[in-house]
């Protein structure tokens, strides 16, 4: 704001523009969970009905929490979908933010984020609460519901790139496939055995990972990777 401006009109204008986009991003981002979580159903009972050899101890499941968070049970692994519900920005050095897309129209800028991170499904079972979670994906989407994915394997290169169409129901289906799929591809490694040969009471009582619980191996989000 200039100081030639008027204070009550520059603020008049940027609620009628950017507090008008972030509102409308919301709406996109609360739809495109429920989207989201309905299309991860339809995943699980497709791969269910294609399971021929069926242990009842290796589930599958979609579990509602709330509004901004559910749960996709993938045998050992569990996905948890969390919704962020503040409209944010990237880092000004994001690609996303030098893109002709954003540059055409700085309102685009503004973005909701679904977040995936990747569990043990045993640390929840028993509650261990030191165990890590792997962010595996972020999903980004603006007021014209224009989307792209941060991601690993697949997701860093299919949607890295903004969408030239809003995201559609045949998007989050396939989204929804490949974080499962990475779930289970990622497998668990044990710590190393001088790293667990002294354990505290403490360690023991609260069952931690050094106890065993491991970590999984080949999490790396697209934006950390070396670009050549």
Known sequence: M???????????????TKSAVKQQTFRNLCQNFKTLEKEAKKVVSKIN?????????????????????????????????????????LDSAHGYNKSPFVEENAMRKYLGQINIYNFMADSFKYNRLN??????????????????????????????????KPISNTDLNIIAQLVMSQSIDNDLVTAPFPDIRVISLHQKIEKTQALGGGYKIGFQMSY????D
């Open 131 to 164: 165990d890590p979670g792997y962010l595996i994906a972020r999903l980004f989407c603006n007021y014209e519901n224009h989307f792209l994915v941060e991601g690993e394997r697949q997701l860093s290169f299919m949607y890295e790139k903004v969408s030239e």
């Open 224 to 227: 950390q990777q070396k670009i």
């Open 2 to 16: 200039s100081l030639e401006q008027d204070p009550i009109k520059h603020i008049a204008r940027l609620i009628e």
């Open 49 to 89: 009905a294609e399971l021929t050899s069926k242990d009842k101890d290796v589930t599958l499941a979609v579990t509602r929490i709330n509004d901004r968070e559910f749960h996709v049970k993938v045998a050992g692994d569990l996905l948890v979908f969390l919704m962020h519900t503040n409209i944010i920005i």
